[in-house]
């Protein structure tokens, strides 16, 4: 059993995925209090400043603690989440027939093991069809996700190539973390 520190209905759905057994809870640190406008810096920052945040209000002597979180950059440009359908619908046409790859930091730490990872996936995107993308908008399921994407929803068929795994795109690399977990 581990401590998801986390609120992401998306994390804690990777960790059932994996039969990872888990108990689920996030904190309130604040990200705008990151300065950095480099993608791998932020993501690590704001990890980390998650982590610290729920390691002194939990520790690890119950259980396990894993903390994630994931930007998106494309063009070189710092993908957060949309403030409104406007900034969704910029971030996407930012990203529609071009390259986009999601950061994914996450730190786990138990009594004997720490894990500190930085794991990229890249997509390469067809064009998004324009009334796809107005219905993705508006349904509202872009917004609270790094980069307004949804590689497992709207983005699905528009993948022309990745390079990485999925579960790093969807908020926490399982593939690295399962080694690391004590029996």
Partial sequence: MIRLGSNSPTRALILDNFGIEFTQNGGSFDE???????????????TR????????????????????DSVVTSHGELLRKAKDENDARRMLELQSGSET???TCMIY???????????????????FDKTHLEEY???????????????EG??????KNVI??????MGLCAQKLIPFLEE
């Fill in 164 to 169: 990485g795994y999925e579960s790093t795109a």
């Fill in 101 to 103: 790859s999601v950061i």
């Fill in 49 to 68: 400043g998650k982590f610290n945040e729920l390691y002194s209000k939990y520790g690890v002597e119950d259980m396990p603690l894993l903390v994630s």
């Fill in 32 to 46: 705008d209090s990151i300065l950095t406008t480099n993608p791998k810096s932020f993501c690590y920052e704001a």
């Fill in 109 to 127: 730490k138990s009594k004997t093991k720490e894990l500190i990872d930085i794991s990229i996936t890249t997509y390469e995107f067809e064009k």
């Fill in 137 to 151: 908008i508006k349904s509202g399921e872009c917004f609270g996700k790094a980069g307004a994407i949804m590689v």
């Fill in 154 to 159: 709207f983005c699905k068929p528009y993948i």
